[in-house]
């Protein structure tokens, strides 16, 4: 029963949201803000795990194909289609669950529990619209271009990794990167990571938004809300990955 | 002026509420007293709206805020300032910010014209030099006279305030009560207060509404309490023997029958 009562109110949150801003330009300055923690904010672990992906990628690839019949630029096309269709957007999005995620619900919890929610409210102001809705679009700005600075960094890892290693020379991971190129995976990798933004948004905001106690409830829906979150967003790779592949 | 009539608050299977009424006059310090668990904090959040009753009215100037309009509810709103027990400043935002949050939100005055209403306001809470300190950086007291200054900086109509005085030293809660109470009377505000402190209720309580366990147990000014005869609210506010012979004394002074060699030495034993 509470999950039904629980899918009630976060649809009810996301209606509420929609409402005429009291004053344009500070859901701007919000909208604004909050690009600037979650897409700077998460740039470098974005830059970092997606180049270390990449690499891994490769090395695993070339360990995997022994034969001598396939040529080496093979692996470029692997490592490509690996990080464009899954690393980049599924493990990228997870990790942005747990960063984003964790900070929007704990922010949120804070600001409910020491009475900032209640006192924005007594001015007149339609907080799930100007707490919430910035988060949301700023998610589905910021989380996407992640998304796809995490597939260049990815590719130039294994790149990288390739080249330093001697598995193949960069001429041949170029090569490997132009073959057979399908253009529809990069629109799957875009259409996942919008999804996986509304979520990685949108779930954490609920928990923090409805948080009742104090600071150990604070912890706890913070913890919740990136498991939530990392659930929804696997169960959702598999259901676009089954319509849309 | 804000009249409560036989409000009723439930939640679940409690009853927190149970037919409170009341007339808050505008230019007046309104309290609302009570032990912990009565349903004063309930009362407050059902006026401001943050809590719908299960019955009854709340009239802001004639308008009933129940039946109003989301729309409508925003507009009184705008006149509307409070003061949270935990002072609800806005922890990522400098003082000067937070102050000028609702100036931001609900003017379109000019950068100027804000920031001088800022000062003006935060000069009358005797604030000074604390512009761009943040919330963690000030003492409980400042944070209450920010909060404080966040309240009026719109020319509120109504002000709340919940447990003004908590976590504060007697002498800073004298002077946040002090402060209320002139706002209150030069911008002729309706304030409503809830508070324990019995400091408050003898100095600032020009009207006292008394609840006990949900109902309306007493109402009168702060000089009619000393000689209520009501057994609960004696129990209540006069607690301690110290305030019981404060109370004996206030009333021998106020016949005229205070004994010439009697002091305030023979209260404390």
């Known amino acids: 029963m509470k999950i039904i009562k629980d899918i009630g109110r976060y649809l009810l949150m996301l209606k509420s949201m929609f409402s005429r801003p009291e004053n344009g330009k500070m859901y701007w300055k919000e909208f604004m803000r909050q690009c600037s923690d979650i897409g700077i904010g998460s740039l470098g672990i974005v830059c970092i795990i997606s180049i270390f992906i990449g690499a891994v990628s490769t090395l695993q690839t070339a360990y995997q194909l022994v034969s001598p019949l396939i040529p080496p630029s093979t692996i470029a096309q692997i490592v490509r289609d690996t990080v464009i269709l899954e690393f980049a957007p599924t493990l990228t999005c997870i990790v942005l669950a747990g960063v984003v995620g964790s900070k929007i619900a704990s922010e949120l919890g804070n600001m409910r529990v020491s009475e900032q929610i209640d006192a924005l409210e007594i001015m007149g102001i339609n907080t799930k619209s100007y707490l919430i809705m910035p988060k949301i679009l700023a998610g589905l700005v910021t989380i996407p271009l992640l998304v796809m600075l995490a597939m260049v960094l990815g590719i130039w890892g294994g790149r990288v990794a390739g080249s330093m290693t001697g598995i193949l020379t960069p001429e041949q991971f170029d090569t490997g990167l132009r073959q057979s190129f399908v253009q529809y995976n990069v629109f799957f990798a875009l259409a996942k990571s919008y999804t996986f933004a509304f979520i990685i948004a949108s779930i954490p905001a609920f928990y923090g938004y409805y948080v009742q106690g104090g600071a150990l409830e604070i912890g706890k829906a913070s913890t919740k809300a990136v498991v939530v979150s990392c659930i929804l967003l696997l169960f959702a790779d598999y259901v676009l990955s089954a319509l849309l592949l | ?269």
């Open chain 2, 1 to 269: 002026m804000i009249e409560v009539k036989n409000i009723k608050k439930s939640f679940a299977d409690k009853t927190v509420i149970q037919d409170v009424s009341a007339v808050m006059k505008a230019g007046q310090c309104n309290l609302i007293i009570g032990s912990s668990g009565s349903g004063k904090t309930v009362l407050m959040k059902c006026m401001v709206g943050l809590f719908e009753p299960d019955s009854g009215e709340i009239i802001y100037d004639k308008k009933d805020f129940i039946t109003m309009s989301q729309e409508e509810k925003k507009d009184i709103r705008k006149e509307i300032g409070m003061l949270f027990q935990g002072s609800a400043l806005f922890d990522s935002q400098t003082v000067e910010q937070n102050v000028m949050f609702p100036l931001d939100m609900f003017t379109k005055d000019s950068s100027v014209q804000k920031l001088k209403r800022v000062n003006e306001v935060l000069e009358r809470v005797k604030i000074v030099d604390a512009n761009k300190k943040f919330p963690s950086e000030l003492s409980g007291g400042m944070k209450k006279r920010v909060a404080l200054a966040r309240a009026i900086v719109l020319n509120p109509k109504y002000l709340f305030c919940d447990e003004p005085n908590s976590g504060l030293d007697p002498q800073t809660s004298l002077v946040i009560d002090k402060l209320i109470q002139e706002i209150t009377v030069e911008y002729n505000i309706t304030t409503v207060i809830n508070t324990h402190d019995m400091n408050s209720v003898m100095e600032i309580g020009n009207y006292i509404l008394y609840m006990y366990q949900g109902n309306k147990e007493w109402e009168g000014s702060n000089r009619e309490i000393i000689f209520s005869k009501n057994k609960r609210l004696n129990e209540f506010i006069f607690a301690s023997d110290f305030l019981r012979d404060a109370k004996e004394m206030r009333m021998l002074e106020e016949s005229g029958k205070m004994p010439e060699n009697r002091n305030m030495d023979d209260m404390i034993k």
